[in-house]
């Protein structure tokens, strides 16, 4: 057995796993989270699959792939459920993630299909399931009460308006400032672009819902998600962050991000945000929507910063400041930033010895 | 926490509220009797004294008259010291930032999206008005500037904020487009006094003259000056007879009100029209009278 999954093709999701304690295969239900050991039957949309060092590994008809069981909400790709039996499935995401494809969007094809072998159990045969991997149970949330760290939420108008991309030039301007930053990934589904891309742009920490345990965040109580937060605050504290910056995936109507800003203790945990948007009805709509819920806008970027007209656009409506990947390198941006999450006063002090 | 619309003022009725997003920011919500311009808030920006009640009070009968609501914002000394000049230095909170997010909310909040703002501001509060026009006209349909103490100058060699050139960590001075708004300035007859609340310099006096009258003619002329060369109806200067630097007094007796009234409704009217007043005919640079 232990040679089987050796040979197989390790996905980036089982990246906090001991892939030593898998000792055999169960016929049971997967339940969200389960690791499987899957064949792939015939490729599509997802031609290759990341693995744990985040190098995507070419896939081939007949190979044997480690997937977690997941959801997956993704306006661009696949709307998907935790498979219902063993059996045929699709990967619907290249991190890792086994599913039945409930609907998918029109532009991309069809999900790559799999067959679900078997849940990976341990030598007691109790099933492998991430949760049992996740390094950020570990970390003592009380020590969020000792200290505050400011958190700066990113969040978008919808998948693929710039919201990493915003986020990393954030952490990137400020880490060449001295400041220690703990980049997360509060919501999505198990992928590793983002937690590398974080860990590019110079984050002295990174960690994301997967290190809580969770393959994917879809379906996830606001409660649920601000425990989640609390952890990384925590973790940020551990790790001695200055500042904790947290991406959301997807937009404000996804059903969880609508609750999630409509929760008291979520808004009460964040300091400000920053708004990605990909036009200038979607900058806004999310403005107002996150300016509504009670958080502090600071400005808006992401794919909208690349179209002049739209930007023009968007301040005639809201007069709140553009923010491109460049201006995170400019001291007028960053002392805005800082000043804005530290106080003016602290933040002058600071400064000026 | 309750929902935006459930906090708001009756018809009729005002009521300070802090909303969480803009929370160094308060402001005085009027709501006037009948709602009918929905496209426009009145802004109406306090002085020195931060008595933004005292600007609902005073403005809420223009608001029933206009039909539109009223916001009268709390710039208070801790949070925004140099709300003036929109921000004390960089780093520190804009108060032009908290209007505007203010406005992007409220814009949510009525669903209307193409709502601007008349944008009224006396003393302290006039300096923030003409200097918040400039960064951002956009957000404006109409611009009252009264009894300010010192102004930026349309002049793009003099630094900010007493010329335009480098505003430093503000968005661009966007002139042009400040030149097209409907602007009213008013100043006391007898605004005269050189007193503490004044900023006095010799440079300051030299370029905009020693009391806040001076200041209100010579900024009004550069103004107007620059309109009229780009044929766009120049800024309208009302002396108000008799009266010194009091926003009440100026309001109630030297009739202040009753003027800028007239002023916003005839700038819908005109507004956005280009009319051709050549430079050097009969009206420019002169200004008109108001008897309290």
Redo the contacts between chains.
Sequence with gaps: MNSRIGKAKRSYITRNVDLSTAAQLNQQVPVKGDLMLARVDRIRQHTRLENTQGRREHLYPGDEIIVAASDRYATGQFYARVPEQLGACHLVAAGGIAAEVIQRNRGIKAATEITTLGVLCDSQGAVINLSRFAPLNDVNVDLISQKKVPTLLVMGSDMDSGKTTLACAAVNGLRQLGYRISATKLTGTGAGPDYWRMHDSGADRVVDFLDAGFPSTVGLEAHQLVSLLQQFKADAVDSGSDILIVEVADGILQPDNKALLGS?AF?NEISAALIAADGAIAA??T???????????LGIGGVISKAPLSCNEM???????LLGLSDFHK??CR??I???LFG?EY??AA?TG | ?PK?SERLPGAGQFRRLI?????AMPVWLYQPVTLVNKQRIIVAVHGISRDSEEQVREYCHLADRLGCWLVAPEFSAQAYPRYQQLA???????A??AL??F???W???VSQ?GLKMYLAGYSGGAQFAHRYAMH?P??VAALVLSSAGWYSFPDRKRDYPCGIANS??L?RVRLNELLQLPMLVTVGEQDLARDGSLRISVTLDQQQGSNRFERAVNWSQAVRKLQLKKSYRPVQLTVLGGQSHSFINNMQQGRMAELILNFLQQSEGERNEKISYPVGSGNAGKYCRMSG
């Design positions: 008291d808004v806004t709509m403005t107002q929507t996150v300016l509504q819920a009670g958080i502090s806008v301040q005639e409506s809201l007069g709140l400041p001291d007028e002392d805005y800082l000043g804005s003016a933040y002058a400064h | 926490m935006i909303f969480p997003a803009i929370p004390r230095a960089s780093g520190y909170p804009r032009d930032l505007n997010s406005l992007a909310l814009r949510g909040v999206p951002h956009q957000q430093v960590g968005n």
